[in-house]
């Protein structure tokens, strides 16, 4: 256990997911406060020069980020931290701008030799005059989290317009085909894979996947640990979140996210989605949930973020 730290708790930012980061880190830092440490935050705005200038005034031996989407999980602010010389937890710069962009995260996956859906990448006005793939299939923005801006296109659905519609998440999105079946998802912590989650969204809620609602809504989804499957698919899973992390470059904590086809006659086929590199810390997430399963409390979890920060450094 690390003791006697001073902190500074990255948290909010500018991202889509602001509202998540406060929520993640009011738990982190009651956490690490309970531990022993000192521990300041800092809402990250969008004025950077006061932001360094905040950090710089704190001296903080390692800064926690908790902040979630673009900006705080695609390498931006893991950059600036670099730059001047703090440890932070989580990825660095590579693997968190890697995995933040889900095209290039997909190349990864496909040269390591790990099971994805088949897609590409399309300009969204595309979807305008055609289906780029054969429906069902699932809309994706290249770079956003939390399953922001995901949308599934079933046959014979106006979703295409829909999409086009509101779509504020840049010129390209990922295109893949809808993987029927369980969703299911493997934190990893270090070279460890904790355990598998089955998430069902709530029935009746209103939930067609695992969306953001289902997400962070108390209520909107539940979570079965370990998952009710077959034991070497359970195996399997963890093994390719492991591998997935490692060709990442991840460092500290990650989550994989996969699809298990069980809906067919043959074996049940994993297809894994994307890594998350910044996993929740709020009261309904997965990791932290994983984790207390595992033996290891929520403080213990923030705690060894803490070391292997300052071990990176």
């Not at 990255?10 to 880190?25: K, N, P, Q, T």
């Not at 995995?99 to 969204?124: Q, T, W, Y």
């Not at 490692?246 to 298990?260: H, M, W």
Request: include cysteine.
């Amino acid at each position: 256990m690390s003791t006697g730290k001073r902190i500074t708790v990255l948290m909010g930012g500018i991202s889509s997911e602001r509202e998540v980061s406060l929520s993640s880190a009011a738990g982190v830092v009651d956490a690490l406060r309970s531990l022993g440490h000192t521990v300041s935050t800092l809402d990250a705005g969008a004025d950077l020069a006061a932001l360094v200038t905040t950090l710089t005034e704190q001296k903080p031996d390692v800064v926690f980020n908790a902040l979630h989407g673009r900006f705080g999980e695609d390498g931006c602010i893991q950059g600036v931290l670099d730059w001047i010389g703090i440890p932070y937890t989580h990825s660095g710069v590579r693997a968190s701008a890697t995995a933040m962009d889900k095209a290039a995260a997909r190349a990864v996956f496909l040269s390591a030799g790990l099971p994805v859906a088949e897609g590409r990448l399309v300009p969204i006005e595309d979807l305008a005059a055609a289906d780029p793939m054969p429906a069902p299939y699932v809309v994706k923005p290249v770079s956003e989290g939390s399953s922001v801006g995901v949308s599934i296109v079933r046959a014979g659905s106006n979703t295409r317009q829909e999409i086009l519609k509101n779509w504020t998440y840049g010129p390209y999105a990922l295109v893949e085909a809808f993987i029927p079946g369980k969703e299911i998802t493997v934190g990893v912590m270090g070279d460890r894979a904790l355990t598998v989650t089955d998430i069902t969204p709530t029935p009746g809620a209103g939930h067609d996947f695992y969306d953001y609602e289902a997400k962070y809504t108390s209520g909107g989804s539940s979570h079965v640990l370990p998952a009710a499957i077959d034991e070497a698919v359970s195996q399997q899973a963890c093994a390719v979140a492991v591998a997935a992390h490692k060709a990442l470059g991840c460092s500290g904590a990650s989550r994989s996210d996969f699809r298990l086809d069980d809906t067919g006659p043959g074996p049940a086929r994993l297809i894994l989605l994307e890594v998350n590199t910044q996993p929740g810390m709020t009261a309904t997430s997965l990791l932290p949930e994983q984790a207390a399963y595992c033996g290891i409390s929520y403080p213990e979890l923030c705690d060894w973020l803490v070391d292997q920060a300052a071990c990176r450094q």
